[in-house]
């Protein structure tokens, strides 16, 4: 192509080459059918889950609907960070639960390994074990420089959350229930090693390897699992949001006691309060 420019028409052309006319269709609706295939199959054998998917979905934006109608003008630094933290995460679990009821299963399983961190650091920023500029990590003037701080910080905070000789309430199970919930999500993330395991002993055994999301009972349950697991730590930091939420609205308090007892039904065990 050389450094010609090419048109509008030209662009399409070269588009419709690659992808067909129309550009994408056939794979667009290929994907499109698996997945309405495996929401249709977890609806059947999951309906308790999706709902309760459905029931955090919404209690979270009507709790983030409170929570902006009660800002005020003289809010900290930290404080604003916190707000802004649930607004991202808000999304983020809404985006992980997308593509879980759609049977991207470790896809899910990455981004829940994110709202967990978001739990872990607002937990920092409320114990005093970091600040906010060490989360933003200020003064950074490298990307290298940034990860390393990053890295720091996330080291400091597992040191003084996750581990039982510095944080005396964290129970021997609980311990237990973190290291099963890091090993999962962070196979699941890096590399995508656990769906290349997953493919490859598919591939070893002369199974097919799937291109589209497929059904799978035990990957759904586990993603499920992790997701949860996880927006029950964030939702669990929601009182740390004193300065905007209504406390002493017993609408909201009963609301939010509902959440605790879904979960705790929905999932057997989670963290406290």
């Known amino acids: 192509m050389g450094n010609h420019a ?162 005396v309430t964290l129970s021997a199970d609980a311990e237990d229930a973190v290291e099963t919930f890091l090993v999962i999500a962070n196979t699941a993330m890096h590399k995508s090693k656990l769906h290349m395991s997953l493919n490859l002993a598919a591939w070893w055994k002369g199974s097919a390897v799937q291109f589209f999301p497929h059904f799978d009972s035990e990957r759904a349950t586990a993603a499920f699992n992790v997701l949860f697991q996880a927006l029950w730590c964030l939702l669990s930091t929601l009182p740390y949001l004193d300065f905007a939420l209504p406390g002493s609205d017993p609408r909201w308090l009963n609301i939010y006691e509902k959440v605790q007892l879904a979960l705790l039904e929905g999932l057997g065990s989670g963290p406290k309060k």
């Open 6 to 167: 090419m048109t509008k028409e030209e662009y399409g052309n070269l588009l419709a080459e690659i992808g067909g006319d129309p550009v994408g269709l056939p794979s667009r609706l290929e994907r499109g059918e698996a997945e309405q295939e495996v929401f249709a199959r977890q609806n059947l054998e999951f309906q308790g889950l999706l709902l309760l998917g459905d029931a955090m979905h919404q209690f979270y934006r009507d709790t983030l609907e409170v929570i902006r109608r009660s800002l005020k003008p003289s809010m900290t630094e930290t404080q604003i960070a916190m707000v802004n933290w649930h607004v991202v995460s808000f999304g983020r679990f809404a985006a992980a639960y997308h593509l879980a009821v759609h049977g991207y299963y470790f896809e899910t399983m990455a981004l829940a390994r994110d709202l967990w961190e978001v739990a872990l650091a607002l937990s920092a920023l409320k114990r005093n074990v970091v600040t906010i500029q060490e989360l933003a990590t200020a003064g950074a003037n490298t990307a290298r420089q940034m990860g390393r701080m990053s890295q720091d910080v996330d080291r400091k905070i597992r040191a003084a959350l996750l581990n039982r000789s510095n944080n």
